[in-house]
């Protein structure tokens, strides 16, 4: 498949929106240490969760759109999907976990028995001891759907591409559907019911209308980004719990329209130098995604310890988080992304399944 450059500058956009998302929270803390008040309302900006799922479910749809009816396509679809998010949150989760035991102080909650500790490698969702479901690295609760979405996906590649189409569609609107009727029993599959995974089917749709040459003008794009936008960013809320159907829908919708505005109207010349520190950024968005967390949490204690919480000094957060988050982002996306990635692909991993094969043909030989 060919590049989409759009679609990378929506990524970083999404990134970016996390991030300020999560400046809005410290800046709020650090507010409250001097008696003010949040520098701004943040929550708007979390719509950049529901946008990444919207940009992922066309991805998936995009990159594998030809290859349904085959068992090798699907192994191959999840092998690049594994490669791709495991090795950076792997990392992440050994580090925080280091931390949560020698420095506690370093991170929101501490973990809690061994098998919250599983649940966090195998993206499993599981409640920790404040009693909401995340894991180690907090921004990989979306991971947890994300697998779920990726699992789904790959079992639908078997099957011809209407069956699969069906079988992607149907089988996410059901589990919603029974998690909003209270069907479900246990934390996992409440937790996979989510309204939020709609994003992925909506996202999904946008690429079946691409793949069948569906293209919007200049004019069109325009008019539906701005009005995704602004329904991110309207005064009003929907009552109701976060994770319920109507508020879910309320950013699921809106980042609908943005990806097609994004996805569907011509793409911009990546080769000009005015979109390369967007398409830069949109290339290491998953880096940012998972890091910037942590490091606004650090950058939070050394403003907290350094007494630069007035609320002049405050403002200064945000550009300092926001460049701080994109800098070792890069960074992880250049030294570690992509050499493990390089060096996966060159099927390490086979080599080990080759041997041990290896090893249980020579055992049932001796034993023979």
């Given at each position: 498949?060919?590049?989409?450059p ?30 003010g ?124 591409r209407?069956?699969g ?19 479900l029993?246990?934390?996992a ?34 008019t ?15 009552s ?11 950013w ?64 200064m ?52």
């Amino acid at each position: 498949m060919h590049r989409l450059p759009n679609i990378q500058m929506l990524r970083a956009c999404a990134a970016l929106m996390i991030v300020i998302y999560h400046c809005g929270i410290e800046t709020g803390h650090l507010a409250q240490t001097v008696g003010g008040s949040a520098l701004f309302d943040e929550s708007p900006w979390g719509a950049g969760v529901p946008l990444f799922f919207a940009i992922s479910g066309f991805i998936m749809v995009v990159t594998s759109g030809d290859a349904f009816g085959s068992l090798p396509a699907a192994r191959s679809f999840m092998r690049r999907r594994l490669i791709r998010i495991v090795p950076l949150y792997w990392t992440l989760t050994t580090v925080v976990f280091v931390i949560a035991v020698v420095a506690p102080r370093l991170i929101k909650a501490t973990p809690g028995d061994y098998l919250y500790v599983v649940a966090s490698y195998l993206y499993w969702p599981y409640v920790r001891l404040i009693g909401d479901v995340r894991p180690l690295v907090t921004p990989g609760w979306t991971l947890n759907l994300e697998m779920l979405f990726y699992t789904i996906f790959a079992v639908a590649l078997i099957f011809p591409r209407r069956t699969g189409y069906g079988l992607l569609f149907g089988s996410l609107a059901l589990l919603v559907a029974a998690r909003v009727g209270g069907l479900l029993p246990g934390v996992a599959l409440n937790f996979w019911g989510d309204p939020i995974v709609l994003g992925f089917v909506f996202g999904a749709a946008v690429g079946i209308l691409y793949n069948r040459g569906v293209r919007l003008s200049a004019p069109w794009a325009v008019t539906l980004l701005v009005i995704g936008f602004a329904a991110f960013f309207q005064p009003w809320r929907l009552s109701g719990l976060q994770d319920d159907l109507l508020p879910r829908l309320a950013w699921s919708i809106p980042s609908t329209l943005v990806l097609i505005a994004v996805a569907l109207s011509p793409q911009v010349d990546e080769g000009r130098a005015l979109w390369r520190p967007a398409l830069l950024i949109g290339d290491a968005s998953y880096s940012l995604y998972l890091l910037q967390e942590f490091l606004l949490r650090m950058l939070y204690l050394v403003w907290l310890k350094g007494a630069f919480a007035s609320m002049v000094l405050l403002w200064m957060f945000v550009p300092a988080g926001i460049a701080i988050s994109v800098a070792a982002c890069v960074a992880s996306y250049w030294y570690f992304e992509q050499p493990v990635a390089r060096w996966l692909k060159g099927h390490p991993l086979q080599t080990v399944i080759d041997a041990l094969r290896g090893s249980r043909r020579l055992a049932t030989q001796n034993a023979a």
